[in-house]
């Protein structure tokens, strides 16, 4: 079952539920929405994962040594960079976040944990069997059982898998 949405309307949702902000009413019309399409929980995925890419920036530039700002800047040329740095941005989100290549003209290297093969990217009211698994979790073999919800889990070859409760899925290797 597909039910419309507004795209703007479910990224407000979305930020008021990650920001903790969210009343019971928008909880359950965001829910309703999650569970009536498709596309609105594609469009939850991707937005975990640009709150995630946000989260991982700010903590390594916590990291940076600030430049000193110039003590004569015009006020204009700080709204020119800032305008030069959105667009920047918004042109460095569509190549990170669109699909990447499949198959063997793929150069994506990525560095796996000895013992794990996936993560658990993002959660959408998961309720699973066993010990619960939270966004983040490292997920080494096994078989995972998802009674209810959405579950995003990427692999440390690229791969990534939605999974829709109630289903299970035998995790064998990074490969």
Excluded at 46 to 58: F, I, N, Q, Y
Excluded at 127 to 155: I, N, Y
């Amino acid at each position: 079952m597909n039910a419309e949405f507004n795209q703007k309307e479910l990224s407000d949702l979305f930020s008021a539920r990650l920001a903790g902000t969210i009343t019971a009413e928008e909880h359950a019309k965001l829910e309703s929405l999650l569970a009536g399409s498709a596309a609105a929980r594609q469009w939850w995925f991707l937005h975990c994962d640009v709150e995630t890419g946000l989260a991982e920036w700010a903590a390594g530039r916590d990291s940076v040594v600030p430049m000193p700002r110039p003590a004569a800047a015009a006020p204009q040329k700080w709204w020119a960079i800032a305008v030069a740095a959105a667009a920047a941005l918004v042109v460095l989100g569509f190549f990170w976040w669109r699909p990447s290549p499949v198959g063997p003209s793929s150069t994506a290297v990525v560095e796996a944990p000895a013992s794990g093969v996936a993560v658990v990217a993002c959660l959408n009211n998961a309720e699973w069997e066993g010990d619960p698994l939270q966004a983040g979790a490292v997920l080494t073999p096994m078989t995972l059982r998802l009674k209810s919800g959405s579950a995003l889990v990427d692999f440390f070859t690229g791969a990534r898998v939605v999974l829709e409760g109630p289903t299970e899925l035998r995790l064998v290797s990074p490969g």
